[in-house]
């Protein structure tokens, strides 16, 4: 079984040229920090609260169909037909991995209200403050087998061999499982990266949040800290290598070079670090890694529109087919080139344009004075003037320049 194909689209399906596309990406990246510049000039996004869901109703309904149907999609992965009609592939890498993120987007965190592993952890009967309880490290145990992940679906041998999805799928539920018994239940919330993946995306939600992009700069927010970066450099640098080892100049390299996983490996790893790297460093202290959630969503929406929209109905047809009924059921449906150019070209920017105003706001927001409950005001360090906060965002609004170039130019140029 070949691996899953990414995407339908190329320069020449393109409203414009390639580089005037470029241009103006890098103009509405400049023209939507001006405009926050002159309109947005305090904090407006912090201090809200997430909505409170009424589900006590539907959700143990949902969380058992989730876990037997992961349960049935494992086992048939690992015994059932091992060829091009088992839906293992396409359950992992299009309904988890992409199709994951437009339901996050919408419904917030759904991940940590269905996730099998917690229904099965509970079903268990598992204690759960754990064995030893701890906080561990953050969020770099989720952006370690995020990694982990990626490698597999982009780079591993027989990645699409349904026995071995099956087999990672069973070693990742397994130690999940074992450290949630020792840590505690919440250790899925930092330790499960599909979990954690959702939670993030989840941040933009408008059911979750009243106001638009208050969830990345929520008090409690898991957005922040280095383990957090790490995720999100991770995310969107997979992205971004999947999209340059796709082209032709990759492929005539590890052709002539031979050893094609290894040099993989590495690039991904590099990719990664190197986004992590100048995520840390480009904004000196102000942690910026919740503006890049908007546009890790929607680079990752792009990059894996078409196949969204080609082999999600597809897999879910493979597995009514494996139950009997509607045999002869297909989905033949080609998106418009042209058309999911477009597309591609305006989540891209959108996810910047939202990336930028989320940014500009953290800094607001760093730049007021603090002044703690009951203390005088006398001697309250003064807020910093706002020309000065802005000259601070200019180096991260470069940095979202290229990264709007490197996404749109890696997206296109095959």
Known sequence: MSPLAHGVGSSSDLPLPLDLVLQAGAATVVLSFLIAALWWTKPRLGGATPRSLRTKMWLPVVRGVVLLLAVYLVGNALAGPQDAENPAAHALFVWLWVGLVPVSVLFGPVWRAVNPLRTLFRLLRLPRPGVRPGTGRGGWPAALWLLAFVWFELVAPHRTTPAVIGGALLGYAIVQLGMAALRGEEWFARGDCFEVYSELAGRLSPVRWRTPLSGLAAAGSSTGGAGAAAFVAVWWGSTVFDSASGSPAWAGFTQRAGHGALYATA???????????????????????????????????????????????????????????????????????????????ALILLGHVLGVIVAHDAALTAARPVVPAGAAVTGVRPARPLLVTLADELPLVLFMIGCTWAGLFLLFVR
Request: glycine share 8%.
């Open 267 to 345: 690039a991904l790893v590099v990719v990664c670090a190197g986004v992590f790297a100048a995520v840390r460093r480009t904004a000196g202290g102000l942690d910026v890694t919740a503006s890049l959630i908007p546009i890790a969503v929607g680079y990752t929406l792009a990059h894996y529109l078409s196949l969204l929209i080609v082999e999600a109905p597809r897999g879910f047809l493979l597995l009514i087919h494996q139950w009997g009924p509607a045999p002869d059921a297909t989905w033949d449906v080609v998106p418009i080139p042209s058309v999911i150019a477009g597309a591609q070209v």
